[in-house]
């Protein structure tokens, strides 16, 4: 059992404190406002496996709910207002300098990004990753010690949109989800995904069932499936850099 399995007990305040900010504007189930802030000890995983990727979907067992997730847009867009990092893919390198209008790629390297490292932790703790990469910059003076600090990002315009979409970076895509590789016991890299429970998303509910989410797991799963190999590729050819290890 897990109470926030992505979250790790010293960021909890920091959790408490943006899923009060969303409750100022939002309606937040109390079992899903227990659950941000670790205060859940019945959560169990329910691994859903669609096409590619294994979901991680929480179940309270006491209440016998599943926690589901919705995006609220245009009504909200406050992971772009609460952007941590933008972490660039091979890809995302070539579309995006294209977009913004940059002859060549150093160019838009030394002007539009910087470099971040961080964590993230699956499987109950169970799976450390740790990822280097080039991530485009949120604000034009973006410092070191802003990396994975939430900030408004730069391209989110007045109204909720991307100035950048549909070329905007592929990380964006997959919010809420966190994803990581793991390598099955026949050698076959898998690729697992779970809710990230920052407090920043009013997109949480909860059901009965998951079937009112099926619809998005099955349109997430091809999109945590390509980014996912596009992170391969990206750190394959030297542009970033990522270590799995596994607590067994």
């Not at 926030?4 to 909890?12: A, R, V």
């Not at 900010?21 to 496996?49: A, F, S």
């Not at 067992?61 to 867009?77: E, R, T």
């Not at 949109?161 to 966190?178: D, I, M, N």
């Amino acid at each position: 059992m897990t109470s926030n399995p992505l979250i790790l007990k010293d960021d909890i305040e920091g959790v408490r404190e943006s899923i009060n900010n969303l409750r100022k504007n939002w309606k937040i189930e109390q079992c899903i406002y227990d659950l941000h802030i670790g205060m859940r000890n019945d959560v169990v995983d329910v691994p859903l496996t669609i096409d590619n990727v294994v979901f991680h979907i929480p179940k309270l067992l006491n209440d016998g709910l599943f926690v589901l997730w919705g995006c609220l847009w245009p009504d909200c867009h406050n992971c772009c207002d609460r952007q941590g990092r933008l972490p660039l893919t091979k890809d995302d390198l070539v579309i995006i300098s294209q977009k913004l209008g940059y002859a060549t790629r150093s160019n838009f390297l030394k002007n539009e990004t910087r470099i971040s490292s961080w964590q993230e932790i699956g499987n109950n703790g169970n799976v450390i990753t740790t990822l280097s990469m080039i991530s485009l910059k949120r604000k034009l003076n973006e410092a070191d010690a802003e990396d994975g600090v939430p900030v408004s990002c730069r391209f989110l315009d007045d109204q909720g949109s991307c100035k950048l979409h549909p070329e905007k970076p592929g990380v964006c895509s997959l919010y809420p989800f966190a994803s990581w590789t793991e390598v099955s016991s026949e050698g076959r890299p898998v690729i697992h995904a779970s809710f990230q429970l920052t407090g920043d998303c009013p997109g949480f509910y909860t059901d009965k069932s998951v079937d009112p989410m099926m619809k998005v797991l099955s349109e997430y799963s091809q999109k945590i499936f390509d980014y996912n190999m596009a992170v391969n590729r990206t750190t394959r050819e030297k542009f970033g850099f990522i270590n799995i290890v596994q607590n067994l």
